[in-house]
């Protein structure tokens, strides 16, 4: 079974940083993307930003810029690098994995910006 595993969300500052990684129980390579996604409360989930296998990156319209995702084979992580956090940033960032038409998802890791 394909498990996806969040770390690194907490509290920080508006205007502070953060670093998500997400770890996978088999090569990330056997995945056709990795993303990340999130869901603050009474909104619908959203895309924040993907990489395909081949290495080219999707950003949602609200973090381009600012965030940055990358990944490390050897570890089997995918990251997720916040900067210029913003209140309205806050939201549990879910990590999500797809082979074909197979989702897998994260157990969520919250990420709160607040002075």
């Known amino acids: 079974q394909v498990q996806l595993v969040e770390s690194g969300g907490g509290l920080v500052q508006p205007g502070g940083s953060l670093r998500l990684s997400c770890t996978a129980s088999?090569?990330?390579?056997?995945?056709?993307?990795m993303g990340w996604y999130r869901q603050a409360p009474g909104k619908e989930r959203e895309l924040v930003a993907t990489?395909?296998?081949?290495?080219?990156?999707k950003y949602g319209d609200s973090v381009k810029g600012r965030f940055t995702i990358s990944r490390d084979g050897a570890k089997k992580t995918v990251y997720l690098q916040m900067a210029s956090l913003k209140p309205e940033d806050t939201a549990v960032y879910y990590c999500n994995g797809r082979i074909l038409t197979r989702n897998t998802w994260g157990q969520g890791t919250q990420v709160t910006i607040s002075s």
């Open positions: 088999i090569s990330i390579f056997e995945f056709n993307d």
């Open positions: 990489i395909n296998v081949g290495g080219i990156t």
